[in-house]
């Protein structure tokens, strides 16, 4: 099925959002406000609306109810459909101008004129603490609770065993305070919908990763019963966690309802920047030791820097701090996770859901200890990361892998054949958890004629596991793959999904198609088609919920990688040039090792970007200076590192088919600390702030502070 | 507001074609909007990420940069000109095999560049690969398997042209 998927693209036959046209479709451009925090004295419409070919521009006066204007997000319902009376991050929609077509409605949208009052940026965690609250405590219904803690949009306290005495025990204690800048995920495919008015409600067609999450928001924010809103969910150019939630479609939804016609909305490449950012953050780690190189405790404050509006993070917040210290035994740990408000675009999930950030603390901290403990550095690891079974606090899933081996494997392949032209060799471990107590449902259909339907609401982001799901019920059901089609991501079919994220869909989505199958079988074998003629098969898989853990149930399974690479880097240019990636997953067990290769090379790469070049920066102003594919440096073809291998430990241990774990996200989790420790080898100088530019490694090798 | 529009003839994909257009439309907005040609992608829409990539003439193009008016009488191939209706070109083929694409959404400008090279060289070193697909973004596969893909689509065809 994979390789029929590929065909289709290598042909340019796959449909995404902005190839599709519905009849009577108009196109939506948005007003965007220039400045990052601004109060709106006025919004003049005027000119726009002269344009012949406008047929409506929105604005938040529009929209007003007597409870304010319509506000969405997944978690708590902050953000406005549009802009209403203050702007709080650069490129917040204003208005939304629709006419007959893109380029007319760019054009009408430049006609729209703004009276701004530009207010103070908020860029950093002083500037939050001391600027008076973005948002305004009054409107806030009681369930927001957090906003009335200023522009703390809320902070996550976790911990276990007694901190004070293991702090006078510890023999040895490292301290650093590890940062990483706001970064765009940069799908090459920007955010869009069609929205399309029905007899009933609203039809959605979306770049979306979670179509179900989205009928769920457009139905609260249309008054709209559930089964009136369809989503449909396009194959997407990538996500990495950009598309989920709502984005684009509120205000879309709301224009095509007020005229009756389908309304298009795509975003241009800066548009998409400023739509969905992934979270900076400023951790201040604190790790003792005994004298043997056990950890006596771990203490992290951690600050992310989430943006305007809320979106995903306080989950991001939450589980990534309460499972920072998922990898190493430690009897004694405090963890406080806050999410802080800026003035820039809202931060969503972002590949890794916070732990790339995590982990560059709580491996740096493993460095910098193995240095001062005189232990090499991956044996320090091995003396404390957890053994398969060990159990952790709040009633957490023992670990389920051989996290040891993996670190071997890395570290024995990267040290087996050294590069004679190399500087500097780091390993680290990563460790990311799946979403806790979601449900996946699948249905399978065997026509008359023999072929079949596997119905999945995972959505296509690249990752492929619809066709991987789809491969699967062939083999179970004895079709050929030739005669199976897929049906993904499609909220009015036989399935049901929470979403498509957390490297989860082969383990929910998977083990409910194999019961779909194994039911289809049944019915099969006793020969009892339904009216249609057709055998049915319906599946369920459903992740355990226990209340009283802090995420709402333990994790299905740990994504658990190890990452190795060797480096050389150019003295007069502070260039980092990389040799060898060495990659291993606990994967449980592989189920398409070419894409899982694909992914784990894609997840590195990304890590790299982000660990070298990539960083949202901003003017004194607060403006954003490089939120455009011009200046904002992803990844080319030359910074793929010389040699790149995947290793996979399949134990088949996991929850999902034959013991799969899933696997889509490890690329990225472990490659900024193993980066930073072989940069300490190869100039000497510890690195904690991202990204390691060309700047800061030639300063650091070269002597010179900034 | 009336906009004049102007006649242009194409050559895509082989096939004559004339639109009317207008003056400021690029050869991106045309392919995509007025033939529904739907294959070539775009993100950047300043020349930088690569993926709206067309052949003008046989040259690897930014399709976004071209004003189509100035393209009028060139031959252009898109994606959908690269292989047969149903079919896979060599290329094509090893894009498949080494499961060179995962979202799929830079494949065709990637194509489109890889094709421009092998005509010029149908043998080009790792480096030459890599040069002629500098200009082309890809987020999701970390270029490893699209050089692959290209050097087995010239290990196969220079194989079969030197028989």
Not at chain 2, 102 to 129: K, R
């Amino acid at each position: 099925m994979r390789t029929a998927q590929v065909a289709e693209r290598v042909t340019g036959r796959t449909r995404f959002v902005d190839d599709l046209a519905v009849e009577g479709m108009l196109h939506g451009s948005f007003v965007r406000s220039p400045f990052p925090h601004a109060r709106i004295a006025g919004v003049d419409i005027s000119l726009a609306l002269d344009h012949p070919a406008v047929r409506l521009v929105l604005t938040a006066a529009d929209l007003a109810r007597s409870a304010g204007i319509p506000r969405f997000g997944p978690l708590v319902t902050d953000q406005p459909v549009l802009a209403d009376g203050k702007a709080r991050y650069e490129g917040e929609p204003v208005a939304l101008v629709v006419a007959d077509s893109l380029s007319l409605a760019r054009e009408a949208a430049a006609r729209v004129v703004v009276d701004w009052e530009p207010l103070p940026a908020i860029l950093t965690v002083e500037e939050a603490m001391a600027a008076a609250p973005l948002h305004d405590p009054d409107r806030r219904p009681a369930a927001q609770e957090p906003w009335r803690l200023g522009n703390v949009m809320g902070e996550w306290e976790f911990g276990w065993g007694s901190l004070g005495a293991a702090e006078k025990a510890a023999a040895h204690v490292v301290t650093e305070t590890y940062s990483a800048p706001f970064a765009h995920h940069f799908a090459i495919e920007t955010h869009g919908c069609i929205c399309i008015p029905t007899d009933s409600g609203m039809r959605i067609i979306s770049a979306t990763q979670h179509p179900f999450i989205l009928r769920r928001i457009m139905s609260q924010l249309l008054d709209l019963a559930p089964e009136d809103v369809v989503v449909e969910a396009t194959p997407m150019g990538g996500s990495f966690g950009s598309k989920g939630y709502a984005k684009v479609e509120p205000a879309a939804a709301m224009a095509a309802r007020r005229l009756g016609r389908p309304v298009k909305v795509v975003l241009s490449a800066e548009e998409s920047f400023a739509t969905a950012q992934r979270e900076a953050s400023v951790i201040h780690a604190r790790t003792g030791f005994d004298s043997t190189g056990r950890i006596a405790f771990q203490d992290l404050a951690i600050d992310f820097l989430v943006g305007a509006y809320s979106d995903i993070s306080p989950r991001v917040v939450a589980k990534s701090g309460l499972h920072a210290l998922a990898a190493y035994h430690a009897p004694a740990a405090r963890v406080r996770a806050r999410g802080i408000f800026t003035t820039t675009p809202p931060t969503t999930a972002f590949r890794g859901f916070g732990s790339v950030h995590t982990a560059f603390a709580v491996e740096g901290q493993m460095e910098r200890a193995a240095r001062l403990l005189g232990h090499e550095p991956v044996a320090l690891r091995l003396s404390n990361i957890r053994a398969k079974g060990a159990r952790s606090a709040y009633d957490e899933t023992p670990v389920d892998g051989d996290w040891q081996n993996l670190l071997r494997m890395a570290e024995s392949h990267i040290r087996e054949h050294p590069s004679p032209d190399a500087d500097g060799v780091g390993v680290a471990f990563g460790v990311k958890t799946c979403i806790p107590a979601t449900r996946s449902r699948a249905r399978v259909r065997q026509r008359g004629d023999g072929s079949v339907v596997v119905e999945v609401g995972t959505s296509e982001i690249g990752q492929g596991t619809p066709a991987l799901l789809a491969t699967l019920a062939a083999e179970q059901l004895g079709v050929p793959v030739g005669r199976v089609h897929i049906v993904a991501g499609q909220t009015d079919s036989g399935s049901e999904d929470a979403l498509t994220a957390s490297s989860r869909s082969v383990v929910h989505m998977g083990n409910a198609v194999m019961a779909a199958c194994r039911e289809l079988v049944e019915r099969r074998d006793a020969g009892s088609p339904d009216a249609n003629g057709e055998l049915v098969g319906d599946g369920e898989y459903t992740a355990d919920a226990d209340p009283d853990h802090p995420l709402g149930g333990p994790t299905p399974f740990y994504e658990a990688v190890a990452t190795a690479v060797e480096i050389r880097v150019d003295r007069d240019t502070g260039l980092i040039d990389v040799l060898r990636t060495i990659h291993a997953t606990d994967a449980g067990l592989v189920l398409d090792r070419d894409r899982a290769m694909g992914l784990d090379e894609g997840g590195l790469v990304m890590g790299l970007g982000l660990a070298t070049s990539e960083a949202l920066r901003h003017g004194d102003d607060g403006r954003l200076l490089n939120g455009s594919s011009l200046d904002y440096r992803i990844p080319t073809v030359w910074d793929r590192p010389s040699e790149m291998v995947s290793l996979f430990q399949e134990n088949r241990d996991g929850p999902g088919p034959f013991g799969a774990k899933g696997l889509a996200e490890g690329g990225i989790l472990a490659v900024a600390p193993a980066l930073a420790a072989a940069l300490r080898e190869a100039t000497g100088t510890d690195f904690a702030e991202l990204p390691f530019s060309a700047e800061r490694v030639w300063r650091a090798i070269h002597g010179q502070a900034r | 507001m009336s906009r004049t529009l102007h006649p242009c003839r194409l050559t895509v994909n082989g096939e004559p074609i004339d639109v009317r257009i207008e003056a400021g439309e690029t050869l991106l907005e045309v392919l995509r909007h007025r033939l529904a040609l739907t294959g070539t992608k775009y993100n950047c829409e300043q020349g930088e990420c690569g993926a709206c990539t067309v052949l003008l003439d046989g040259v690897a193009v930014d399709a976004c940069l071209v004003l189509a008016l100035s393209a009028a009488g060139s031959e252009v191939t898109t994606v959908e000109g690269l292989s047969a209706e149903g079919g896979l070109n060599p290329l094509q083929q090893a894009f498949v095999e080494c499961d060179a694409a995962q979202c799929g959404y830079c494949t065709p400008g990637m194509l489109v560049s890889a094709t421009a090279l092998l005509s010029q060289d149908p043998a080009p070193s790792e480096h030459e690969i890599m040069r002629a697909l500098e200009g082309n973004y890809c987020r999701c596969t970390g270029y490893e398997r699209i050089v692959l893909a290209v050097e087995r689509a010239a290990e196969r065809t220079s194989t079969e042209t030197s028989g």
